[in-house]
DNA sequence: CTGAAAGCGCTTACAG
DNA sequence: CTGAAAGCGCTTACAG
């Protein structure tokens, strides 16, 4: 019980003035709305979700799918979400569309549709095509971060990111550049992107054909695996190693120490993202503000919630990412031309 | 529009009749079943979520609160919670309730009380009385994953737990051994219990006056910037290190590493969690289960929504911790008796 | 086995 | 500024 109805005997007044005076909507006179706030927290009232949503029309909540919450990235953006949410008073229900995982597919099939949201955030989907469809097909306005497929998707540039990388170690006199990451499973955009970019400054370097791609997996164990591999044959050891992200790049920094290399003497690692543990491991990066991209989809989303069906919404600014320069990277001891 | 008297329409039958034929209650011939489910997909029906929770008193919805998913721990229970819940076809609604976020204050004061689930399961939250009262406020089930305070948690014996790891190094021969991690900020009782199954095993040994907890933030981060502390005095250093945590074992043995410690001839190091990179730093821990304490905390929480009110459910088994021993554990090296 | 009706707890034009 | 009434889209006893 305590309903609004309650509240409204307790003030003295009908349920649409009290519903009024409550959210705030329509006129009411100043003494009535103090009335009707004190008899609210004297009985304790707490509107019902779903009476409200189906009365008003807006559930007064955000969906979120993403790959998980494992990769670091995902999991800030995440957290910026929260919290942009939770001081906006909406609620977040959370899809893990984890690739390969059943709940996956029943997510793009069933849940997204049951029009539990007002909005709905992507944050590194990736989608194929039938997955983007159903995406579509929802009529509620959607943002995405760093989730290749989706117009307008909030995200670094890729591409420079990984372009500003590689010439950061070619900028220090390394030739032997190896790209590392990714390409495990289907190939993400971020992924290709990020592998083209390197592939351009060494193009560019006149160095395409030492242009190496080794894939492994975006994590510090799948950095660590590839590396270990690459790094135990001396006479194809590259002198810099441009990861997809920090986490790889990180793997890669563990497994050289273990196999006795100094880092940045005998190997140069430079990554993307600026991962918790990057200052630890003195890992030069570029860098990206996650919490912030997830803040800035909240505002973006809640604009488009906001405006009337077809009105046009300011776009968010683009993420920049910044080089920071650590201790992982410096020129090559090997200064022989090869 | 397309709501369930369009589908009642197309099928020609009233909506009672169509209600029940989809959502199974009740008696309906398996002739008009089929006609009501061919009409509802012809016309796409998707019920509408609030009418549903609004009518039936069901949310269909699972409300998840806790500390941020930074954690791995908590990040893995989450994932199993996720999992558990999709193929159940419930929704999930997240809270992270960070310490010291003004988010967390607005949780508990706010979004926990709106009715918007049917249960709700507390993960790593170890509450503070007030928060615990609110939580024992809200009409609905809850159930607990390592939190503290909570009737009935789901988890491991932590004190038990690093009562084990501490006799491991004991039997090792190891006397001078330091318990690293937790007691930054409010002490949780996950921590104050591990640290208690610490000291317990080193007054059983005759050592309770070697007793040495270093605080740290449980992250892989914290367990670095403590151990290079204690690591570089040299008269000072243990031979062995339990951590409260496998972030906080795996930031020290880094530490170690950078220092030019051999892992585990000059140093041993045990962990609880089987962290994700425990397998890459051949880690020794008392591992446990995280996943699956988050599937089991949904099957327990379904459990009492089902029951009657009052009624009694079977509570899930305790979750159990195993030792797995890898290569960051050996007896110490240094074997004078001190 | 099926349908008419009431009701879940709000919000929102519409009169006044 | 306020109230009576309709309605959001379902479910659920209750009759039949």
Redo the contacts between chains.
């Keep these: 019980m305590n309903g609004i109805a309650e509240v409204a005997r307790v003030a003295g007044v009908s349920k649409s003035t009290a519903s009024r005076a409550l959210s705030g909507g329509g006129y009411v006179s100043e003494q009535t709305r103090r009335r009707v706030a004190s008899a609210a927290s004297q009985v304790g009232y707490?509107?019902?979700?779903?009476?409200v949503?189906?009365a008003s029309g807006r559930?007064k909540?955000v969906g979120v799918v993403l790959p998980?919450?494992?990769r670091w990235f995902f999991?800030q953006v995440?957290?910026g979400i929260?919290?942009s949410l939770?001081?906006a008073?909406l609620?977040?229900?959370?899809?893990?569309a984890?690739i390969g995982?059943?709940?996956r597919r029943?997510?793009f099939d069933?849940?997204l549709?049951?029009?539990?949201f007002d909005g709905l955030i992507a944050v590194g989907v990736e989608p194929h095509d039938a997955e983007l469809e159903r995406i579509e097909a929802i009529r509620c306005p959607v943002v995405s971060v760093a989730s290749g497929g989706f117009p307008d998707d909030i995200a670094i540039d890729d591409m420079d990111v990984s372009r500003r990388a590689t010439e950061h170690l070619l900028g220090l006199g390394h030739r032997r550049i190896l790209f590392l990451g990714g390409g495990t499973g289907r190939e993400t955009s971020v992924e290709s992107r990020r592998l083209e970019g390197y592939r351009t400054a060494m193009d560019a370097a006149g160095l395409g054909e030492r242009v190496t791609h080794v894939r492994c997996d975006v994590?510090?164990?799948g950095g660590?695996a590839a590396a270990a591999d690459i790094l135990g044959d001396l006479r194809a050891r590259p002198t810099g190693i441009v990861a997809v992200a920090d986490e790889v790049a990180i793997?890669a920094i563990?497994a050289a120490?273990r196999l006795g290399l100094v880092i940045p003497h005998d190997l140069s690692v430079i990554g993307v993202d600026d991962h918790?543990?990057a200052?630890?491991f003195l890992l030069t990066t570029l860098a990206q503000d996650a919490r912030a991209q997830g803040s800035v989809a909240v505002d973006l989303l809640l604009r488009r919630i906001e405006a009337e069906p077809g009105g046009l919404v300011v776009p968010a600014p683009q993420p920049q990412a910044r080089l920071v320069v650590r201790n992982s990277t410096a020129a090559p001891f090997e200064t022989v031309p090869a």
């Design positions: 707490v509107p019902s979700a779903s009476a949503s189906l559930t909540t998980g919450v494992t999991a995440l957290e929260q919290q939770l001081s008073g609620d977040l229900v959370l899809y893990d984890r995982t059943p709940g029943r997510i069933d849940f549709a049951r029009g539990r994590s510090v164990p660590y793997g563990i120490q918790e543990y200052g630890m």
